[in-house]
């Protein structure tokens, strides 16, 4: 029986690393395997996360990733990279990342217990895919399989071979969804200062689409002339793209002071105004708040930057509260499509069965990884994916095998 694997990204690694005793071959366009893998988690691996929720996955069926899921966990995955000789570690955020917090300790592992279990062609890019004769058109070659395991990626990061090319062979044969990018940042309607550009800071960021709060990330928050992006953001971002995909209006809502509530934090200013009622309300804030930020949050304010701080009004001091407490961004459009790390949408669900992958219209045919409508908010919900969904076909497949 002869499986070919489309992709030697993470899923394709996944599968082949876990299934032997079979005759696997994984082509690949790029010269070398797990390219993109490489990248994630700011060169990291990100790989699961010990904070794990369904909540934590998109797609047009909410029923579809959690058998796999639940067959293969968080936990699992951790024993399964320990097994492997890979020692792990979790930060407080519950992200599990390798211990030598390197991407490429991940990738030569896999790689190297995938080398045991399939052969591998690089450089080969498929221009091609019948179904129907089992045959995979390659710019140099083709291949005849018994069965077709697509790991090739979405449309993410083109440059590790994610270039979507996969979705414009297959879709005669097998419906795709709408697709679009996640983990990434936005453009929004409210632009600060000069000043303001490239300012950090840890705040609570609240999503809201169609006046209904969806999702909240507390974390850093990075301010550039577009808009938007920063961890906080990156949580956030795959319902944030999707409300776009769907014509939807996303707004952030920032609160700077996300320990503190309205009434703490107006009681904690009028504390330092009284201490110093001769400086001004900038002078005030300066220990509060990233300085680089004051001049727009006392502009939005609506008071004088040169305001002595005991002439505030209680009017002003409304409005400086709701700013701090809420400062609000609508969002346009997603400002980086070209280094998203994740896409949303990919093969329907509908038409794969979810306890083995394996497509419902060619019973020789399987998806794993990001090429399916599932997707993973920041945090190594991804990854984890990818592991699941590879070990639900190689159960399978391995059981035909037996």
């Given at each position: 029986?002869?499986?070919?694997?489309?992709?030697?990204?993470?899923?394709?690694?996944?599968?082949?690393?876990?299934?032997?005793?079979?005759?696997?071959?994984?082509?690949?366009?790029?010269?070398?395997?797990?390219?993109?893998?490489?990248?994630?988690?700011?060169?990291?691996?990100?790989?699961?996360?010990?904070?794990?929720?369904?909540?934590?996955?998109?797609?047009?069926?909410?029923?579809?990733?959690?058998?796999?899921?639940?067959?293969?966990?968080?936990?699992?995955?951790?024993?399964?990279?320990?097994?492997?000789?890979?020692?792990?570690?979790?930060?407080?955020?519950?992200?599990?990342?390798?211990?030598?917090?390197?991407?490429?300790?991940?990738?030569?592992?896999?790689?190297?217990?995938?080398?045991?279990?399939?052969?591998?062609?690089?450089?080969?890019?498929?221009?091609?895919?019948?179904?129907?004769?089992?045959?995979?058109?390659?710019?140099?070659?083709?291949?005849?399989?018994?069965?077709?395991?697509?790991?090739?990626?979405?449309?993410?990061?083109?440059?590790?071979?994610?270039?979507?090319?996969?979705?414009?062979?297959?879709?005669?044969?097998?419906?795709?969804?709408?697709?679009?990018?996640?983990?990434?940042?936005?453009?929004?309607?409210?632009?600060?200062?000069?000043?303001?550009?490239?300012?950090?800071?840890?705040?609570?960021?609240?999503?809201y689409i169609d006046n209904r709060l969806v999702k909240e990330s507390t974390d850093d928050l990075i301010f550039q002339s577009y808009g938007l992006t920063g961890t906080a953001i990156l949580d956030l971002s795959n319902e944030i793209s999707l409300a776009l995909m769907d014509k939807k209006k996303p707004?952030?809502?920032?609160?700077?002071?996300?320990?503190?509530?309205?009434?703490?934090?107006?009681?904690?200013?009028?504390?330092?105004?009284?201490?110093?009622?001769?400086?001004?309300?900038?002078?005030?804030?300066?220990?509060?708040?990233?300085?680089?930020?004051?001049?727009?949050?006392?502009?939005?304010?609506?008071?004088?930057?040169?305001?002595?701080?005991?002439?505030?009004?209680?009017?002003?001091?409304?409005?400086?509260?709701?700013?701090?407490?809420?400062?609000?961004?609508?969002?346009?459009?997603?400002?980086?499509?070209?280094?998203?790390?994740?896409?949303?949408?990919?093969?329907?669900?509908?038409?794969?069965?979810?306890?083995?992958?394996?497509?419902?219209?060619?019973?020789?045919?399987?998806?794993?990884?990001?090429?399916?409508?599932?997707?993973?908010?920041?945090?190594?919900?991804?990854?984890?994916?990818?592991?699941?969904?590879?070990?639900?076909?190689?159960?399978?497949?391995?059981?035909?095998?037996?």
């Open positions: 029986m002869r499986v070919f694997v489309l992709g030697a990204g993470v899923a394709g690694l996944a599968f082949a690393s876990m299934t032997p005793n079979l005759d696997i071959t994984v082509i690949d366009s790029n010269d070398f395997a797990g390219r993109k893998l490489l990248a994630t988690g700011n060169g990291r691996c990100n790989f699961t996360n010990k904070n794990f929720s369904f909540e934590f996955f998109q797609s047009s069926d909410p029923e579809f990733y959690k058998y796999a899921l639940n067959n293969f966990t968080n936990e699992d995955l951790i024993k399964y990279f320990n097994d492997l000789g890979i020692d792990t570690t979790s930060l407080p955020s519950g992200r599990c990342y390798p211990s030598t917090m390197s991407a490429r300790t991940v990738r030569d592992i896999l790689y190297l217990k995938a080398k045991e279990n399939a052969k591998f062609i690089f450089n080969e890019k498929i221009i091609d895919i019948d179904l129907d004769k089992k045959l995979l058109i390659g710019e140099n070659n083709k291949y005849k399989y018994d069965i077709l395991i697509l790991a090739g990626g979405g449309i993410t990061l083109k440059n590790s071979g994610s270039d979507g090319t996969i979705f414009k062979i297959l879709e005669k044969y097998h419906p795709v969804s709408k697709i679009s990018y996640g983990i990434t940042n936005y453009k929004t309607k409210e632009k600060l200062s000069k000043a303001a550009k490239g300012s950090r800071v840890n705040a609570k960021v609240s999503l707004e952030l809502r920032v609160d700077f002071f996300p320990k503190y509530t309205e009434d703490s934090l107006r009681n904690r200013l009028k504390d330092l105004i009284k201490r110093n009622p001769t400086r001004t309300i900038r002078q005030i804030l300066l220990g509060l708040v990233n300085d680089r930020l004051i001049g727009d949050i006392i502009t939005k304010a609506k008071i004088k930057e040169e305001k002595i701080s005991k002439d505030l009004s209680e009017k002003d001091m409304d409005m400086l509260i709701k700013i701090l407490k809420s400062m609000i961004f609508h969002v346009k459009d997603i400002n980086d499509k070209t280094n998203a790390q994740v896409s949303l949408g990919g093969f329907r669900t509908d038409y794969i069965n979810p306890k083995s992958m394996q497509s419902t219209i060619y019973d020789n045919l399987y998806f794993i990884g990001e090429i399916i409508d599932v997707s993973g908010s920041c945090g190594g919900y991804n990854i984890q994916w990818a592991f699941s969904s590879a070990k639900a076909s190689s159960d399978t497949i391995r059981s035909m095998n037996v």
